[in-house]
């Protein structure tokens, strides 16, 4: 099979980063050349477009809640370009803010338990869940500090 109809069987099951379409024609036993060609071909016709695809991915990740944080490194290990990210950072429109975010996470591990009865002990296993759960979803510590001084 050809490289770029392989390539476009790819596309069409999901988007995807120049960087990853590359390392799966490589996978798949395509010649670098051969690979480089149904490259520039699918940029041409806009099927590969790394800066549609961030933005995307931007989206998607934050209509699951995730933080900047996170979806900007995992971006950068899909081999988007930092100055493609940013500018896909910038042009979004309806960004969440990122606190509100994270304080309904933790709302939501700590639902049904009453804070103000916890032990020090226990409230502080309860600030280091919140913690590592809110750091696993990519929010800066400076927000992960904030919600916890608000929810405990």
């Given amino acids: 099979m050809e490289a770029r109809d392989r390539a476009l069987r790819?596309?069409?099951?999901?988007?995807?980063?120049?960087?990853?379409?590359?390392?799966?024609l490589r996978r798949k036993g395509h010649e670098d050349e051969e690979i480089e060609e149904a490259i520039r071909d699918l940029e041409e016709y806009r099927y590969l477009d790394d800066r549609r695809y961030a933005a995307a991915f931007m989206e998607s990740g934050l209509e699951k809640g995730r933080g900047m944080l996170r979806i900007r490194r995992e971006l950068k290990q899909k081999g988007v370009a930092d100055e493609v990210i940013e500018e896909?950072?910038?042009?979004?429109?309806?960004?969440?803010?990122?606190?509100?975010?994270?304080?309904?996470?933790a709302q939501a591990i700590l639902a049904g338990v009453d804070t103000g009865k916890l032990e020090y002990a226990e409230r502080e296993k309860w600030k280091a869940r919140i913690a590592r759960r809110l750091a696993g979803k990519g929010f800066s510590s400076d927000t992960i500090y904030r919600v916890i001084g608000r929810i405990m």
Avoid: I, K, T
């Fill in 10 to 24: 790819y596309l069409n099951a999901r988007m995807c980063s120049v960087q990853q379409m590359r390392d799966y």
């Fill in 88 to 105: 896909a950072a910038e042009a979004l429109e309806d960004v969440p803010d990122e606190f509100d975010v994270a304080f309904a996470h």
